[in-house]
């Protein structure tokens, strides 16, 4: 299965479509040609594949908020078929259904990350990055000592997993976030352990808080499971997808955001004299670095689409990538999009959280976290410097890097 896949990515790569150059490694490092390329065939448009690529903001925009595309197949069935025997607890999750599904479990579980609830969390967030600081020696890897290790804490205490070996979860965390694009038997057989074990750990968990419920999010998860608002697995998944979408992400804003900073020095140095700019810095890494660079949907009728440049008919059950990244440098909406700059007013929200009904749950927790994480670099370590080349994430879909030297 997986081989015929590599085949017919192979062959439509030599017909020359973008999308299945997309999983070429020769772009891991720098895409921009590639996606510029994506750009150049207008705003949407169907690649050779028969999936639709939309590219421009607006287009972007007003797709995620179509109540008649949706993220299962017009039929209702899933996104895709997991290829192993052991189905991983982030695969089948909330992001993976339609209303009323999607509704009814992200209902259940937005109360611990919404807005107001952020405040309560900053002074312990401030301190595991103080104490992650305090531990690096002179020199040490950004990626594995700061920014990997920053949210998995974060997300563990908050879903309430007893202080684990946060080695073993960052190994969990690089398994399962390079099964986003599982490509070989070898990596398959990695994800499956890694299935294995977290659903053991889920399956502790929701014993112990079953006899002894706390104020963390499992607990909650517990709790409406014993009101019948979601099955059994129905909470693994919320687990398995709150704790993966919790470490997988915010480790890119971090490690792309020093990189950045670090590679344009006056604005390290902007940020170091006026740390409160922190969260400013957060929104341009995510515009100009997307962690995400698309989402998947499909159109659950015939949808008329008005792009700016003439209507396009996207047939019923239609597969639809939104680039989130080529949209957050739309130069229609991005004033000199192609440049990283803390200093530009930027009107429009990026999408590098999506928007619409899927809109990124944990988007106030990982704005806390990167704004915390940069105000405390800047502030305690001024003279950070890069000591060695940068390893990017082998993967088109999720722009980060796996290791960054650096000098305090
Ligand atoms: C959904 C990005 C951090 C939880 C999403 C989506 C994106 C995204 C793009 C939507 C995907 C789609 O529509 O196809 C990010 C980025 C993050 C981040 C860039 C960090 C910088 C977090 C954190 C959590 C989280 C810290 C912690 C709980 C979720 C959940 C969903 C989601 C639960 C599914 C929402 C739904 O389907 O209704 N995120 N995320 N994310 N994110 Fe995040």
Redesign the pocket.
């Known amino acids: 299965n997986l081989a015929a896949q590599r085949v017919a990515r192979h062959t439509l790569r030599l017909f020359g479509d973008p999308v299945a150059e997309l999983g070429n490694p020769r772009w891991h490092a720098d895409p921009y040609p590639l996606l510029r390329r994506m750009r150049e065939r207008g705003p949407l448009w169907k690649s050779l594949s028969g999936t639709w690529v939309a590219t421009s903001y607006d287009v972007c925009s007003a797709l ?1 908020r179509d109540r008649r595309i949706g ?1 299962r197949h017009a039929d209702g069935r899933p996104p895709y078929r997991w290829p192993g025997p052991v189905e991983p607890p982030w695969v089948n ?5 339609d209303p009323p599904d ?1 509704t009814r479990l ?1 209902r259940i ?1 937005a109360p ?2 919404t807005r107001a609830k952020m405040p309560a969390y900053e002074a312990r967030v401030a301190e595991i990055t103080a104490a992650l600081i305090d531990r690096a020696p002179d020199d040490f890897d950004l990626v594995s000592d700061f920014a990997g290790p920053l ?1 998995i804490t ?2 563990r205490e ?1 879903l309430g997993i007893p202080a684990a070996d946060d080695a073993v979860f960052a190994r969990y965390g690089q398994v399962a976030g390079a099964a986003l694009d599982v490509s070989s038997v070898r990596q398959l057989n990695e994800v499956t352990e890694v299935s294995i074990a977290l659903r053991q750990l889920f399956a502790e968990l929701i014993e112990l808080r079953t006899a002894e419920p706390g104020d963390d999010v499992i607990s909650t998860l517990v709790a409406a499971l014993g009101e019948d608002r979601l099955t059994a697995e129905e909470l693994v998944t ?1 687990a398995g ?3 993966l ?3 997988e ?2 480790v ?2 971090l490690g792309n955001g020093v990189r950045l900073l670090l590679d344009h020095p006056a604005q390290w140095r902007a940020l170091c004299d006026e740390p409160e700019l922190a969260p400013r810095v ?1 929104e341009e890494v ?1 515009r100009y670095e ?3 660079q ?4 499909f159109t659950h009728e015939p949808v008329e689409v008005e792009t700016g440049h003439g209507l396009v008919r996207l047939p019923a059950d239609a597969p639809v990538m ?1 680039m ?1 990244g080529l949209a957050n440098r739309d130069p229609a909406v991005f004033t000199r999009p192609d440049q990283f700059d803390i200093h530009q007013q930027r009107n429009t929200e990026h ?13 106030p ?3 806390l ?2 704004a915390v994480a940069f105000k405390t670099l800047a502030t305690r370590l001024p003279g950070l410097r890069r000591n060695g080349s940068v390893g990017w994430r082998p993967s088109s879909l999720v722009r980060g890097i796996t290791s960054l030297p650096v000098r305090k």
Not at 93 to 97: D, G, M, R
Not at 351 to 363: R, T
Request: hydrophobic share 55%; aromatic share 14%.
């Open positions: 995620l993220v999750t909330f992001l993976e259904q999607h992200r579980a611990a990350f949210p974060v997300i908050l919320t997808l709150l704790l979408a919790g470490f992400t915010t890119n804003l957060v995510l997307t962690p995400f698309y989402g998947v949907r939104i989130f999408l590098a959280f999506a928007s619409g009904a899927h809109y990124c749950l944990g988007a927790l990982a704005r976290e990167g």
